[in-house]
């Protein structure tokens, strides 16, 4: 089955600084997806990635996956107070995608210090 | 439009009680599933629904756990008798046919505390 592992578990950064959250799979990925949950709440989608290379983003928050789609990571630009949570990357739990469910990585959680 | 709405939102109970989850998802959407999260680990899929059949179940725990979704709209998750290890939250997600591959609509969840 599907295993993702993420790095660092958790992360404190000063408001304004920049981070990385990285997320490795033990098998090529189909399909992987971000995913940010506030403490106590649901989780919330924020991107998906499917190409070998591709690079998306989302206001301040850009996501890759590498050329040999096992390895993707999440960049936060001049972090604001708004993104602190835990980040969780999905993938597909089969190879066919779509409406599958997904198998999800630990979570990183983030906290912003003013 | 109305979110996945999940109830209760907390519940704790003895182990060897009973405890069932309410999910009723958003209006028009096929799938359904119950996410298990144990505190400090990601989500993890018990059960998938498809409409009012079960497209995957093979990691919930079936001697206790039971789940159901009768009229394909809303659906039921249901421990019996549940275990000091239950204690999670348990999420409740759908998503439409044809919408986009991994996105995922969930509710906020039902946290559960055995004791």
């Known amino acids: 089955s599907q295993e993702l592992e993420q790095s660092p578990q958790s992360l404190i950064v000063q408001e304004g600084k920049n981070l990385t959250i990285n997320c490795t799979s033990s098998?090529?990925?189909?399909?992987l997806y971000w995913y940010k949950q506030k403490y106590g709440e649901g989780l919330i989608f924020l991107m998906m990635?499917?190409?070998?290379?591709e690079e998306k983003s989302h206001e301040k928050i850009t996501a890759k996956l590498d050329e040999k789609k096992q390895q993707s990571s999440l960049h936060i630009t001049a972090s604001q107070p708004s993104h602190a949570g835990i980040y969780l990357c999905?993938?597909?739990?089969?190879?066919?995608?779509?409406?599958?469910?997904?198998?999800f990585g630990k979570g990183t959680h983030l906290i912003i210090q003013p | 439009e109305a979110g996945v709405a999940q109830s209760p939102r907390y519940k704790i109970i003895e182990k060897r009680q009973s405890v069932a989850f309410w999910c009723n998802p958003i209006?028009?959407?096929?799938?359904l599933y119950w996410y298990q999260q144990i505190l400090g680990q990601g989500p993890k899929l018990l059960i998938q629904?498809?409409?009012?059949?079960?497209?995957?179940d093979s990691q919930l725990p079936k001697d206790r756990f039971s789940a159901e979704r009768l009229k394909g709209v809303d659906s039921t998750l249901k421990i019996q008798p549940a275990k000091l290890e239950d204690s999670a939250v348990y999420l409740c997600?759908?998503?439409?046919?044809?919408?986009?591959?991994?996105?995922?609509?969930f509710g906020e969840g039902s946290r559960l505390t055995v004791l």
């Open positions: 997600a759908s998503s439409p046919t044809g919408g986009r591959a991994g996105e995922l609509f």
């Open positions: 098998k090529t990925l189909y399909g």
């Open positions: 990635l499917q190409k070998g290379g």
């Open positions: 999905g993938a597909d739990r089969d190879s066919g995608g779509g409406a599958d469910g997904l198998t």
């Open positions: 209006s028009g959407h096929a799938t």
């Open positions: 629904f498809q409409n009012n059949g079960v497209v995957d």
